[in-house]
């Protein structure tokens, strides 16, 4: 490329030289988009809305202030590694990984297991990181779609594994966006015949902490399972850690593709500290599930307003015009998640985060105001 020496580059768009060496599918995607929050109400993404009290904030904060930033991630990682085994109840002959959140356990799944003519197939709508993590990869993504009512479509996903022969199924245990609490036997069955052909499961349990079962107990019967959490629902969002529990040979083979290093000190710390007081974030857990509960009961009582049944710290809704309610709530201050052009499946549907008591009803006053 020459460059003009008497002129600046424009910086703010992609010359036909630059544009040579960036992939065709990566200039054709969207960025993953944040929504700004900044005076907002946030009920957008699935946090946990409680924050630590003055007493554990001074606590952690000295605990984060003895640490040697100056140096790598050391044998402080494998505490933290024990720790979450301990809390998870791993089952003995597993092994465990951890990643900068969920996201990245997702894409060094891909990386490992990048085989050509490799397929990933998953229920959608679901998690949209299955999909991109997947196809950046050069994987072919599968999606198959729910039942209207947001179950799984139990034999387009055997007819699925059946043909493309996936070397990756992956089942959201809560599903986001809907929440759903897929059936048990239809998800062992699904386990069953991903094995019987040789491929792997992925189960995903960010939404653990506000459900009422977990495959960690039946997990131990399956060679090929592998199970992905994080503490981002838990209550640490913004320290981006999750982990993945499997067999010591699978995870052993996954943990290859990792970078290293890719825990901070700080996330560390944080994930320890957070796991010595357990039992408050299982209380903030148990107030989150009564507050679904509560507003549940208020959505349901809405005219013309579909709320359908979650086992995470989310609702998703059905309303008459979906984008004129997300836009009407904004101008009051409250931030949802506007999910109605993800899948057709969605149409007219906001996502909604359990936020506090006060902030619920915050929401819902918008919301009623917005129909």
Known sequence: MSVNQNSSPDVNSLTPEWRQHIRQDVQSMHAYAIQNSSGMVKLDAMENPFGLSPELQSELGKRLGALALNRYPGDRVNDLRQALAQYAQMPEGFDIMLGNGSDELISLVSMACDVPGAHFVAPVPGFVMYAMSAQLQGIQFQGVPLTA??????????????????????????????????????????VVAQGQQGGLIVMDEAYQPFASQTYMDRIAKHGHV??????????????????????????????????????????????????????VFAEQAVQIRQERQNLTEALAALPGVQVFPSQANMLLVRMPDATKCFEGMKTKGILVKNVSKMHTLLHNCLRLTVGTPAENAQMLAALKESL
Not at 246 to 264: F, H, M, Q, T, W
Request: negative net charge; hydrophobic residues 50%; proline residues 6%.
């Open 226 to 279: 592998l199970l992905m959490r994080t503490l981002s629902k838990f209550g640490l969002a913004g320290v981006r850690l999750g982990y993945m529990v499997g067999p010591k040979a699978l995870i052993a083979e996954i943990d290859k593709v990792r970078p290293p290093y890719n825990i901070s000190v700080l996330n560390c710390e944080c994930a320890l500290f957070a796991l010595d007081h357990a039992d």
């Open 149 to 190: 009512n947001f179950e799984l479509d139990e034999a387009a996903m055997l007819a699925a594994i059946a043909q493309y022969k996936p070397a990756v199924v992956y089942l959201a245990y809560p599903n986001n966006p809907t929440g759903t609490l897929w059936d048990a036997d239809v998800i062992e069955r699904i």
